[in-house]
């Protein structure tokens, strides 16, 4: 902008002042801005010397400014933070099956945090740059996937993957971004699962018409917790044990039966032996069609379609994939 700019004040100033015609404008604008040094067209006046003493100066000072933001670019960061940018990108259209975290406030970067311990692949859209880069000074080495843009525009769902994504969280601030980010999603990719944030009670059921499958009140569990502290503290460090918050963590793990090995997948619970096998155990069972059932009985046996709810610390669930999921 600035080039053309200075390019304009040279022709009108050599048309106007010396009468130049354009062409001949043109070709001394251009001699004085590169400095090579050509002859004149023909001899300035004393009106033409001062303005080509002052356009030279002009000039000095636009490749003195242009000098000083390359520099910004190449030593502040900038030029490498477009390369990673450009990076990310051609990263996040190479991969599927991954999960859209939209909003990185204090839940979406807590589900992050959550997803990646258990290996899934996150991409994250965002607005604020900013923030974004006070998270990298935390995270260290690790590299977000992030698309810069408003998560209820079209365009920046599809630039996080929408279409070959297999789950998404919306946990933007606002319940009304959150309704049009579900709705958007749900359009883009009707086998998409969405989890959904929501402040107000009354947010819940406009979610769930705009196409979420769950939705979750932070406010609201929060305080149901801080209740059952009191009235039942025990209850609520084994489940924080659970959550991982506390000092012995434990952990929840699925274990279906099309990722049993195929030698273990007609054996009854007692039979599987986890209990011994690995130290995790068998709390629940959900069945391809029906309600979950807690505490199975030992003589129970997996069917296609079932899932196991395996708990144990994160040991003893590594030996329970080891020995019974398929590799």
């Not at 489940?239 to 963590?249: F, Q, V, Y």
């Not at 273990?264 to 068998?282: H, K, P, Y």
Request: include cysteine; aromatic fraction near 6%; proline fraction near 3%.
């Amino acid at each position: 902008m600035l080039s053309v700019l200075s390019m304009g004040i040279g022709m009108v100033g050599f048309m106007l002042i010396e009468g130049y015609t354009a062409m001949e404008a043109f070709y001394m604008t251009i001699i004085t801005i590169s400095t090579t040094g050509f002859g004149e067209v023909r001899k300035l006046s004393s009106n033409g010397q001062l303005f080509v003493a002052l356009y030279i100066i002009y000039n000095l000072v636009v490749v003195a400014y242009l000098v000083s933001v390359l520099t910004t670019y190449i030593f502040d960061g900038e030029l490498r933070n477009l390369f990673k940018m450009f990076m990310t990108d051609q990263e996040i259209r190479s991969i599927s099956g991954h999960v859209i975290v939209c909003g990185f406030g204090r839940n979406g970067s807590k589900a992050y945090h959550e997803l990646r311990a258990n290996g899934a692949r996150v991409v994250v859209v965002e607005q604020s740059q900013e923030l974004m880069r006070a998270v990298a000074d935390t995270l260290g080495h690790e590299q977000v996937p992030v698309v810069f843009g408003d998560a209820t525009t079209d365009e920046a769902l599809r630039q996080a993957g929408i279409e070959r994504a297999t789950a998404l969280i919306t946990a933007l601030p606002k319940d009304s971004d959150n309704v049009f980010v579900t709705l958007t999603a749900r359009e883009l990719n009707p086998r998409l699962k969405i989890i959904a944030r929501a402040s107000l009670k009354t947010s819940e059921s406009k979610l769930l018409r705009a196409g979420a499958d769950s939705v979750v009140m932070p406010d609201e569990i929060g305080g149901s917790h801080m209740a059952n502290l009191i009235t039942r503290p025990e209850v609520i460090r084994f489940l924080e044990m659970i959550s991982g918050l506390g000092p012995n963590k434990l952990r929840l793990e699925e274990l279906g039966y099309q990722d049993m090995r195929p030698e273990v997948r007609n054996l009854s619970i007692r039979e599987l032996d986890i209990r011994s096998r690995t130290g995790a155990t068998v709390i629940g069972l959900k069945p391809a069609e029906g309600q979950f059932v807690v505490s199975p009985s030992a003589d129970t046996r997996p069917a296609p379609g079932d899932v196991l709810l395996l708990l144990g610390t994160d040991a003893q669930i590594a030996t329970v994939v080891d020995e019974f999921r398929l590799r």
